[in-house]
Every structure is written in C-alpha cells, then in structure tokens.
C-alpha cells in the first residue's frame, strides 16, 4: 500500500486536530487511549500535534523514531506500531513505551539480552489469516506468549483494508476473545476507518492518522 506524502507544518491545523482528537476521546471515554499514528506527519509538523494536545504518538520505523524523538523527545509518550525488524529490536525497544508489533520468531530471540528493561509488549496477530501479513497465527499464540522473554500484556491486529468498517468487526471480536482466553488485558485495534467497531468490541488503544490530521 503506497503511504501518502508527509505533513508539513502548514498543512495541519492544531485546532481541528484538537477536535476532532476530542470528539473520539469522549466517544471512547476513560480508560481507552487515543494514539495518532505519525508516519503521514513531517518531523517539524510534530509540533502542530503538540499544539492539539496530542500525547501518545506511534512511529513505524526506527529512523523516523530516532529522528522524531530527538527532536520533540518528552512532548510525547512514545510507542511503535511498524513492522518489528528483528535487527532493530534493541533500537526499538529502549526508546518506547511500549512495542504493538512483536510479530515473529527472530524478533521474539532478539529482544532477550534486553528482556530486563523492557516492562510489557504486545503481540500482533494475524487474525483474518491473511498470508501477505505479518502477525502471529491465532493457533500458535499460546506458545509464542510463553516464549516470550518479556511480559505480553496484549494483542495487536490489523484487519484487511477495506471501505465497510463494519467487516473489521469479526477480526476484533476474534482478537478480544484471544485476549480473554490467554489473561491479556491490553487490545491495540481500531484505525480511522474502524475504531468505532474496535471500541465497541473492547479496544484499549485505538491507533488513528489519517482522519484525524486531514
Ligand atoms: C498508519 C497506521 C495506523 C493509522 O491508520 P489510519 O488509517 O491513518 O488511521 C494504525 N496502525 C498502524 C499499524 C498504522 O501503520
């Protein structure tokens, strides 16, 4: 999927960011947290985010991560949300809050030198059992949570794009009975396209870009 061109500054506006962040935070209630997915904004457009009141942000890549941090460090609450390269699994990890995206093997091995600083992870699963997509089979979750070095807290998903939120809704439900069947307490699902289903189905973390920076 080809991703957008980034935001630049002028392009956001901190004041409808802010309201439509608003609106999605009182739909959600306490308890829910509302992450924007910065990967469509420019380093220095990180600043109009601040401005809205944005506190959790989830990067995609390493160098952006770096990059971004660097700059706006304590401004924000730091997660990653990408695709987990195990090389970069260190890197990643002593920068973040928290990693949605523990999603194989390798990286599984890679985070063990680095098992006492990391706190809790979660781990994506691949429900709607699509083969082009990274993420953990449903069948093989058990046995990748117990070996895991560090704590899993949640689950992680990302449904097939599609333009009816309303077929996300089975992969949700799906993730939060997983969740439930393992004592996780922590469900990273919902996009801008869908987080009204996710929330309804339990969503802990709701993880939107596009509707609320355009
Ligand atoms: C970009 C991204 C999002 C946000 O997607 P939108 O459709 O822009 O809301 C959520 N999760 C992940 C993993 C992403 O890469």
Known sequence: MPEPRPLSLGELEPERIAARLNEVRDVAGEGVEVLLATKYVELEAMEALAAAGVELVGENRLDSLEAK????????????????????????????????????????????????????????????????????????????????????SGLMTMPPATDDPESSRRCFARLAELAGEHGLSRLSMGTSQDWRVALDEGATILRLGSSLLR
Do not use: M, T, Y
């Open 69 to 152: 941090q660097e700059r706006w460090g304590d401004r924000f609450r730091w997660d990653f949300i990408g695709n987990l390269q195990s090389r970069k699994v260190g890197a990643v990890a002593a920068r973040v809050r928290l990693i949605h995206s523990l999603a194989s093997d390798s990286a599984l091995r890679r985070l063990e030198p680095h098992a006492q600083r990391v706190s809790e992870i979660l781990v994506e699963v691949n429900v709607a059992g699509e083969g082009s997509k990274g993420g953990i089979d449903p069948a093989a979750l058990g046995e990748f949570i117990a070996r895991c070095p560090v704590p899993v």
